[in-house]
């Protein structure tokens, strides 16, 4: 309701699960607000463990297809929203998901802080679909730093497919 009157610049979610989006947000929102959502390109950070299911991977593929832009990495510590300047909610009780209450804060001050902390676990994930193709997924995550072995790990390929691509 508050992005209707102070549209989003640039948020960032971190969902440890799809449980606020499949069971609180989505059912809840107006058409106006999914055309808000639409246009807002909005990124989300969610838990490896949600790739294992298949009802999951086709939610977060079907939010892609609706314009967000999503990464993966092992563990997300709690649900937290974040849009630089403008707003960010955070529950009251660490890493309670879903949150049965949310402090809603518009300070500029504590909004940067906690976008730098959203910012740096988005750095730290990798884009989904993970995928197998081709040398592109590894030449992104060797950019960022990643061993060899965490590159397979995350692309879930083996060393020596990771070996060979960089070698390509």
Same mark, same amino acid.
């Given at each position: 309701?508050?992005?209707?009157? $102070?549209?989003?610049?640039?948020?960032?979610?971190?969902?440890? !699960?799809?449980?606020?989006?499949? !069971?609180?947000?989505? /059912?809840?929102?107006?058409?106006?607000?999914?055309?808000?959502?639409?246009?807002?390109?909005?990124?989300? *950070?969610? /838990?490896?463990?949600?790739?294992?299911?298949?009802?999951?991977?086709?939610?977060?593929?079907?939010?892609?297809?609706?314009?967000?832009?999503?990464?993966?990495?092992?563990?997300?510590?709690?649900?937290?929203?974040?849009?630089?300047?403008?707003?960010?909610?955070?529950?009251?009780?660490?890493?309670? $998901? /879903? /949150?049965? &209450?949310?402090?809603?804060?518009?300070?500029?001050?504590?909004?940067?802080?906690?976008?730098?902390? *959203?910012? &740096?676990?988005?750095?730290?994930?990798?884009?989904?679909?993970?995928? !197998?193709?081709?040398?592109?997924? *590894?030449?992104?995550?060797?950019?960022?730093?990643?061993?060899?072995?965490?590159?397979?790990?995350?692309?879930?390929?083996?060393?020596?497919?990771? $070996?060979?691509?960089?070698?390509?």
């Amino acid at each position: 309701r508050y992005a209707v009157t $102070h549209p989003p610049r640039d948020p960032v979610n971190l969902y440890p !699960d799809l449980s606020i989006l499949r !069971d609180v947000m989505v /059912p809840t929102m107006t058409e106006e607000e999914k055309r808000l959502v639409a246009s807002a390109s909005l990124r989300g *950070v969610f /838990p490896r463990a949600l790739l294992a299911d298949p009802e999951s991977r086709a939610f977060l593929d079907e939010m892609r297809r609706l314009g967000t832009r999503i990464r993966i990495i092992d563990e997300v510590p709690s649900w937290v929203y974040a849009d630089r300047g403008l707003l960010c909610a955070l529950p009251l009780d660490w890493g309670e $998901h /879903p /949150p049965s &209450s949310i402090a809603i804060v518009t300070h500029p001050s504590i909004t940067a802080i906690v976008s730098l902390y *959203v910012e &740096s676990i988005w750095d730290k994930a990798v884009d989904y679909p993970l995928g !197998d193709d081709g040398w592109e997924p *590894v030449l992104r995550l060797l950019e960022r730093g990643l061993s060899d072995a965490a590159i397979a790990q995350s692309l879930d390929i083996s060393p020596r497919t990771v $070996h060979r691509r960089i070698s390509e």
